[in-house]
């Protein structure tokens, strides 16, 4: 047993048993791919898929269990060779974030432009998914860390690190009739239509469990992952938006009215996420340090407020 064999088993059950994609990923043929896979199960000496006809669909219990501990060997072997990258390159390298569309597009900017400067050698990667992609993402070592609000702090096999905490505000045209309210309640919102985020997104069943702990249903007429899309219906008079406080840009989104809600609905915490026991790289630890200077600056940081 080796590791490319340990690679190709658990890129084979990655790559949903597709041995054409898998031996692409891993840059190999296919019969290479498959002489891994049956000559593990000949030293181990039992069948680790479930096979129609010669096609593999799925795992067997014994399956699951050895891809769990082939995921735990590649996991070490990978912390080895960065700590040995550690001394020989400390300041290059590769930092693959996996994040949602609302944190790469109004929170990660300055930060990953102060990373670039400290670090001009390291490559930047965001690959962008909804939480429940984004845990899988780390758990699988498609990247180093994710970044979102959900999810990912229920996951027992994860180290979770608290970046900052956020709330809501309202947006709406700057003649909608829910803005001459000097104080803007659950009820009075429930009465118009509302466009926010989608189910398992940016804090949305927090917003839900709110209006219904309070009796109310809201009207929500449209729901998004992405906070531009938000912003496209709430322009076009579809309702007022309720969005991530931190999404609003003063310059971008002039022609949209703001009112903090955070009176109403809970504080959310977006943490960072990685597999417990994973070596960090020194720039790895320096990039999670700069997203939490928000809470020593927070003049630098639009809408984030400290933990």
Known sequence: MDLKTLRSLVSLVENDFNVSRTAEQLFLVQPAVSQHIQRLEQELGTQLFVRQGKRLVGLTDTGETVVQYARKVLAETRNIIEVGREHVEQASGVLRIGTTHTQARYVLPPVIKAFNKAY????LQIHQGNPQQLEEMAMDDQV???????????????????????????????????????KISLKSLSQYPIITYVLGFTGRGHFSSTFSNAGLKPRVV????????????VREGMG???????????????????????????WEITVIAYPKGKYLRHYQQHFIELIQSCVAEPNRWSGLLPI
């Not at 860390?145 to 180290?159: A, K």
Request: charged share 25%.
């Open 240 to 266: 007022v938006g309720i969005i991530a406080s931190m999404a609003y840009t003063p310059k971008q989104d002039r022609d949209l009215e703001l009112r903090d809600l955070s009176k109403l609905f809970p």
């Open 222 to 233: 449209l729901s998004a992952a992405d906070t531009d899309v938000i912003k496209t219906y």
């Open 120 to 123: 001009p050698k390291v490559e």
């Open 144 to 182: 180093d860390f994710s970044m979102c609000t959900e999810v990912l702090g229920e996951n027992p096999q994860l180290t979770t690190v608290p970046c900052y905490q956020w709330n809501r505000s309202l947006i709406a045209l700057h003649d909608h009739p829910i803005l001459a309210q000097k």
